[in-house]
């Protein structure tokens, strides 16, 4: 079984930045794929970025390349996110979620909400 419990969350005005950090306990962290997601309200859960287990391969969501980039310290067993450029429209709750790397996502945090204030 793993944990993941994120932190970060906040209140931002647009064109700002927030650093999201999910931390991870309870299994092996460093062979797992970790992702990020969101959701605005009323709407479904959406890719956001993901990493793999060495941190050499990370994919994004067209709508937040070049303002957003994912990071892990697997020594830390701690993924982040670091959103800079903020928009309105990046208001949603963000979760981090973890699985072996080509099985899906099998665990998942409680979430930490974003919001952009224009």
């Known amino acids: 079984q793993v944990q993941l419990v994120e932190s970060g969350g906040g209140l931002v005005q647009a064109g700002g930045s927030l650093r999201l950090s999910c931390a991870a306990s309870?299994?092996?962290?460093?062979?797992?794929?970790m992702g990020w997601f969101r959701q605005a309200p009323g709407k479904e859960r959406k890719f956001v970025a993901s990493?793999?287990?060495?941190?050499?391969?990370?994919l994004y969501a067209d709508s937040v390349k070049g303002r957003y980039t994912i990071s892990r310290d697997n020594v830390k067993d701690t993924v982040y996110l670091q959103m800079n450029s903020l928009k309105s429209e990046d208001t949603a709750v963000y979760y981090c979620?973890?699985?072996?790397?080509?099985?899906?996502?099998?665990?998942w945090g409680q979430g930490t909400q974003v919001t952009v204030s224009s």
């Open positions: 309870g299994r092996t962290f460093s062979g797992y794929v």
């Open positions: 979620a973890t699985g072996v790397d080509g099985g899906g996502y099998s665990y």
């Open positions: 990493i793999n287990w060495n941190g050499r391969r990370t």
